[in-house]
């Protein structure tokens, strides 16, 4: 985040689009994720049965770009202590009507990644489900961030859309499984208004990006998982799709720890 706190071009633009797209977005996959799930990924790859967090009884989790907290809630529910935080309120305000809903309640907060208020050495894990590393100018800031409040030992894992997407259109039927761009290519997708401010950013990083990042951060990579698209799941979310699922990986799931 620029000096001063003040969001950065690309925290701005996806504040206000998580903000008015939040209801359409739980409405249409929150059955998916479930009030009280863990979901990696639209391949449906389920912590409960991944353990790719290990054993959270009692642990401190932190969960980033939360969105309505579904996965904090499974924490909670495993005996976790848990504390969430998303860019957008109106996703913080659909955590608080599940809250509600299930009787199991999550201390979120409003916050960007790049700056996380929390005290250094505050939690034994952090974990992202396609929260806010996809969508921030800086995701150096955000590595070192998680370095600064994991203790020594901590375990980060997130799940991003896989690299390889970016060099095939968004589209989960034919016409998604013909590369018409480079992969190298980092250019931004964004979307502007009919003003030409900036609404939407998504940011491509490269598998070696990624893990030159991490490392960069002082962060271990111990773990990477490409979930293959798993039989009998016909559920087509964006771009993603059973056609492509058994073509080109949609998501990677990245495993680091803190020494």
Do not use: K
Request: hydrophobic share 40%.
């Amino acid at each position: 985040m620029p000096p001063g706190n003040a969001l950065s071009d690309s925290s701005r633009a996806n504040r206000g689009w998580w903000d008015g797209n939040a209801d359409d977005y739980q409405v249409e996959h929150g059955e998916f994720l479930r009030d009280t799930g863990f979901v990696w990924c639209p391949e449906g790859v389920d912590e409960a049965e991944a353990h790719l967090l290990g054993d959270v009884r009692g642990r401190r989790v932190l969960e980033m770009g939360c969105g309505a907290a579904q996965c904090a809630r499974w924490l909670v529910g495993q005996g976790a202590e848990v504390a969430a935080f998303d860019l957008s309120h109106r996703q913080l305000r659909h955590s608080q009507r599940i809250d509600l809903d299930t009787g199991l309640h999550v201390p979120v907060v409003q916050a960007d990644a790049e700056v996380l208020p929390f005290a250094g050495g505050s939690f034994d894990l952090a974990c992202s489900a396609f929260g806010a590393l996809p969508f921030v100018a800086d995701p150096l800031a955000v590595f070192r961030e998680v370095g600064r409040v994991l203790r020594p030992g901590g375990r980060f894992v997130f799940s991003v859309s896989h690299p390889i997407r970016w060099a095939f259109p968004d589209d989960p039927g034919p016409r998604g499984l013909t590369s018409d761009r480079s992969y190298f290519d980092r250019s931004p997708y964004v979307e502007t208004d009919e003003y030409g401010t900036t609404t939407y950013v998504e940011h491509h990083r490269t598998m070696g990006d990624w893990v030159g990042l991490i490392v960069a951060s002082g962060l271990t990579v111990t773990g990477l998982l490409e979930p293959e698209w798993p039989a009998g799941h016909d559920r087509v979310w964006g771009g993603w799709s059973p056609l492509r699922g058994n073509h080109i990986p949609g998501t990677a799931i990245f495993t680091c720890a803190r020494h």
